[in-house]
């Protein structure tokens, strides 16, 4: 057990202290059934048979000088059966009942007045033991995250399994509160080697796992406060379709079959950007006879071959970065390439340039918005490379999809969508330029299969699907979206965006 330095202040009691001492190590280890306690002049020893109610058997250990232990013999004589006394090689032990006896009020009572005759420390060392250690069933979570429709399962030491539902945390009874130990076991038994050991040393890792027949997961594994925490990510076996995912399969479908270029799938952490992603490389699996390259960390979503070859590859157990694992992909004879995230420049150059040789490539980033999504990108290179990466981008982007979720009339979410289709020349010179004001306005023309959010947004909230709270929280432009709940809506015109000169986006 790790010891942990503990201040506790000034107590009136032992049992105060060990209180204290059981709630900070609740949070942190599990909930113990025996903690112990110790400065350079005292040991406390207090255990209880179960994981809840108050401890019952106390040992106190002191070294102290010979005219203090008289002063606790005198006390100890006082309290008459309730505790023991024994002295050896200097110690003074004090046993809270006596052997073989059972506490009870008098026992409380007598570690209450021993302790009034003691000057209590106020900073202790401490550990906790006796912790739960039967086995977790990953069976069992994976049941309740179908059970109960949960994203997320958050389990941590002191806590019974937290799961997400919703995008809400839900704390459920399930298993009991988990000691340190158990999650530490868990880990350890569904975790690859490779995995066990980047845990055991790095303090964190992520890797998949398969619970056949009910789903797959992503799995977090970290350490906190020197503790074990793991977070599953449920995925279902069957990746889901376009109509189960209710995204626009028209729009889709035209994404998937592209013959080469970018598409980016963006929004924020939990919003649906992997599952969309893979809806679009199932589809393309299923519809279209092609090899198909992802580079994944970890591989989430679990692709099989059907009309198409897909090839999925996981950082770290197959190939030792991105960016090695997409330049390498070309050599591959790969058609369509995958890549889990754009998270660092040479991903990013290596994706742009697969995409500039012929190939179509998917991959996914974090962005608020999809006519932000140029100058994010931009923002990772060094200013003197900025002006070539966009003239790259103008080149190879084909569409970007923004989505946010929300909560659904009659329960669940519903993604609300954005999409950048390079479709128009406003949309493209926006690109070249690296201009957002002239992106979003060229996205709310009437000739382009784009839209922002707030369209689509309205769109579900006159199919009846999300309120009109909810449709207003979702969007960027709340004034976009009541201007066309009240009919007074119209189409911004071009030569609203004002800058020095005039580009031939403007010129009629």
């Not at 028209?250 to 963006?266: F, I, K, N």
């Not at 279209?288 to 679990?302: D, F, G, K, Q």
Request: proline share 4%.
């Amino acid at each position: 057990m790790k010891e942990v330095v503990l201040g506790t202040g000034h107590q009136q009691s032992l049992r105060d202290v060990v209180d204290l001492v059981e709630k900070h190590l609740r949070q942190t280890e599990g909930i113990p059934r025996e903690v112990m306690a110790r400065t350079e002049r005292v040991e406390l020893r207090a255990s209880r048979p179960e994981f809840e109610g108050e401890f019952e058997e106390y040992t106190l250990r002191l070294r102290v000088s010979d005219q203090r232990k008289q002063a606790i013999r005198e006390v100890v004589k006082s309290l008459g059966d309730a505790c023991a006394l024994a002295e050896q090689d200097g110690e003074v032990t004090l046993r809270f009942p006596p052997e073989g006896q059972t506490a009870n009020d008098h026992t409380r009572e007598a570690i209450d007045t021993v302790s009034k005759s003691l000057t209590l420390p106020e900073v202790w060392r401490v550990v906790g033991d006796h912790y739960r250690i039967d086995r977790i069933s990953v069976e069992l979570l994976f049941q309740a995250m179908v059970k109960y429709r949960a994203s997320d399962v958050h389990l941590s030491p002191g806590h019974p399994p937290i799961f997400r539902v919703d995008n809400e945390i839900h704390h459920s009874e399930l298993l009991g509160p988990l000691s340190a130990q158990q999650i530490r076991a868990l880990i350890k038994e569904i975790a690859p080697a490779e995995h066990w050991d980047e845990f055991e040393s790095q303090k964190q890792a992520s890797f998949n796992f398969h619970q056949v027949g009910l789903g797959y997961s992503r799995v977090s594994a970290f350490m906190k406060a020197g503790a074990p925490h793991c977070t599953f990510r449920f995925l279902p076996e069957v990746i889901p379709s376009f109509e189960e995912l209710n995204i626009p399969e028209d729009a889709m479908v035209r994404l998937a079959s592209l013959q080469r270029g970018l598409v980016l799938v963006t929004g924020m952490t939990g919003s649906g950007k992997s599952t969309t992603a893979a809806a679009l490389i199932d589809w393309i699996n299923t519809h279209r006879s092609l090899h198909i390259l992802s580079i994944e960390n970890p591989v989430e979503y679990v692709h099989t071959d059907k009309k198409s070859i897909v090839s999925q590859r996981s950082l770290g157990t197959d190939v030792t970065t991105f960016y090695e694992a997409v330049t390498g992909a070309l050599r591959h004879d790969p058609d369509v390439i995958f890549i889990g995230e754009m998270r660092d420049p040479d991903t990013i150059r290596a994706a742009i340039n697969a995409a500039a040789t012929g190939h179509l490539v998917v991959s996914t980033l974090h962005s608020n918005t999809a006519s932000e999504v140029v100058n994010r990108i931009i923002s990772f290179f060094d200013p003197i490379e900025r002006d070539l990466v966009r003239l790259q981008l103008y080149d190879s982007i084909q569409c970007v999809i923004c989505q946010r979720l929300i909560p659904r009339i009659g329960g669940g979410r519903i993604p609300v969508l954005e999409l950048l289709f390079k479709d128009i020349k406003p949309i493209s010179d926006g690109i070249k330029l690296g201009n957002t004001d002239l992106i979003r306005i060229g996205m709310q023309q009437a000739v382009t299969h784009s839209f922002v959010f707030e369209k689509y947004a309205y769109n579900l909230y006159k199919q009846g699907k999300i309120t009109l709270e909810q449709a207003r929280e979702a969007v960027t432009d709340v004034s976009i979206f009541d201007q066309l709940h009240m009919g007074t809506y119209s189409v911004p015109r071009l030569d609203t965006i004002k800058y020095g000169g005039v580009h031939e986006a403007f010129k009629i």
